[in-house]
C-alpha cells in the first residue's frame, strides 16, 4: 500500500509541475545565424564616409550615425556588419515594431483575443505610425495605463508590468535595449512619469537589435511564419505612389533611395522614427534580381536631414547590386 500511494503521489506531483511548466512557458528561441562580414563593414563604413563628406555643411559626426545590414541574398550564409550597431539611441517610433512582434505573440499565447478594434489599434500602429494607437496597444500588451501618482509598493508592482515586454525580447537574445515607454507626444503625466524616472527608462535601441528583429521577421522567424507575413505586410510601402506628404514613411527616409535608383520594380518595407532630434529608419529591400537586404540607419541632432539615410542606403545599394549582379 505504502509503494501504490508513493506511485500516486509523484504521478500527482508530476503532474502538477508539469501544468505549472506549461502555464508559465516561455519560448527561448536561438538567434538566427548572421555571420560577420569584414567586406560587407568597409562597403557599409564607406557608405557613412561618403554621405558625412557630401553632407560637410551640416557637420556631421560619426558618432551621430548608426547603422546595420544584413544581406539575406544567399540562404546559405546571411551577412552583417555595422556602423556603431550596439551603440543605445532613442527609439522614437521604430520601437512600434517590437510592440508589433510582442502584441503577435501575445495573440499567438492566447493572452489576448483579437477583436476590430485590437486589428485597427495594429494597422494604425505601424501603417499610419500613429501615437495614440501604439499608447492603446502597449495598455494591452502591459495591463497598466495612466492615471495618479503611485506609492513605492505600487510603483514596483507597476513597474514590473511595464516591463513585459522588455522580458519577452529578453527571453529572445535580445539585448542592450529598453522598450517600456509608449510614444509620447508632447509631456508624460502622473504614474507614467514616475514610472519613467526623469529619463532613465525612456526607450533605448541599437540597429543591430532593431535590424535582427526586422530580418528574423522577413525570414517568417518570429512568432509563426504566418504572423511574420502579418507584420511584413503592415510595412509595405510604394515610394512611387502619389506624394501627399513628403515626410511621410515612403517618401521621407528610404523611400528616397529608391527613386534615386529608380527602383520600380524593388519591394520596401520599413518603419521610420522621426522626433525632434532623431531620424531612424529600419527598412528590408528586395530587387527581382535577387538581392535581399535589411537596412536600419539611426541618427541623432540632425532629424531635419533628409539625406543622411537614404544617402547611406544608396550607396550601399549600388555596390551590393553591382557585386550581387557579377555573381549572376
Known amino acids: 500500500m505504502k509503494t501504490l500511494t508513493a506511485i500516486i503521489f509523484c ?14 512557458k516561455i519560448t527561448i528561441k536561438k538567434n538566427t545565424d548572421f555571420q560577420h562580414s569584414p567586406e560587407l563593414e568597409t562597403i ?52 512600434k ?3 508589433l512582434a510582442a502584441i503577435h505573440q501575445w495573440l499567438e499565447d492566447g493572452k489576448t483575443k483579437l477583436t476590430p478594434e485590437l486589428e ?16 492603446y496597444i502597449f495598455d494591452v500588451l502591459t495591463e497598466t495605463g495612466g492615471g495618479a501618482e503611485l506609492t513605492t509598493e505600487e510603483l514596483e508592482k507597476y513597474a514590473f508590468k511595464r516591463n513585459a515586454v522588455n522580458r519577452y525580447f529578453q ?5 542592450n535595449i529598453n522598450i517600456n515607454q509608449k510614444t509620447y507626444c508632447e509631456d508624460i503625466y502622473g504614474r507614467e ?12 535601441l541599437t540597429t543591430n537589435a532593431t535590424a535582427r528583429l526586422l530580418a528574423e521577421i522577413t525570414l517568417g522567424k518570429m512568432v509563426s511564419a504566418e504572423r511574420s507575413r502579418k507584420m511584413l505586410d503592415l510595412m509595405k510601402r510604394n515610394p512611387f505612389a502619389p506624394v501627399k506628404d513628403e515626410e511621410d514613411q515612403a517618401h521621407g527616409f528610404t523611400g528616397i533611395s529608391f527613386k534615386e535608383l529608380n527602383l520600380k520594380d ?34 541623432q541632432n540632425h532629424s531635419k536631414q533628409r539625406n543622411i539615410i537614404p544617402g547611406i542606403v544608396t550607396a550601399v545599394l549600388k555596390e551590393l547590386k553591382s557585386k550581387h549582379q557579377r555573381k549572376m
Not at 544581406?71 to 546571411?78: T, Y
Not at 494604425?124 to 494607437?133: F, G, Q, R
Not at 532623431?278 to 528590408?284: G, N, S
Open 193 to 204: 512619469r514616475q514610472f519613467w524616472e526623469g529619463g532613465k527608462q525612456r526607450n533605448m
Open 44 to 95: 557599409l563604413k564607406n557608405a557613412v564616409d561618403e554621405t558625412i563628406k557630401k553632407l560637410t555643411v551640416e557637420k556631421i559626426k560619426s558618432e551621430e550615425i548608426a547603422a546595420t545590414v544584413i544581406d539575406l541574398s544567399d540562404a546559405e550564409n546571411f551577412k552583417t556588419a555595422n556602423f556603431n550597431g550596439e551603440m543605445k539611441v532613442y527609439s522614437a517610433s521604430v520601437v
Open 266 to 299: 524593388a519591394k520596401l518595407y520599413s518603419k521610420a522614427g522621426w522626433t525632434s532630434s532623431t531620424r531612424h529608419d529600419a527598412a528590408y529591400i528586395e530587387t527581382p534580381d535577387g538581392l535581399k537586404l535589411v537596412i536600419v540607419v539611426f541618427t
Open 120 to 135: 485597427r489599434g495594429i494597422r494604425d500602429m505601424i501603417v499610419d505610425s500613429s501615437n495614440d494607437a501604439t499608447h
Open 11 to 24: 504521478l500527482v506531483l508530476c503532474f502538477g509541475f508539469a501544468n505549472a511548466q506549461n502555464s508559465t
Open 171 to 175: 527571453t529572445l537574445g535580445y539585448s
Open 97 to 99: 515594431i517590437y510592440y
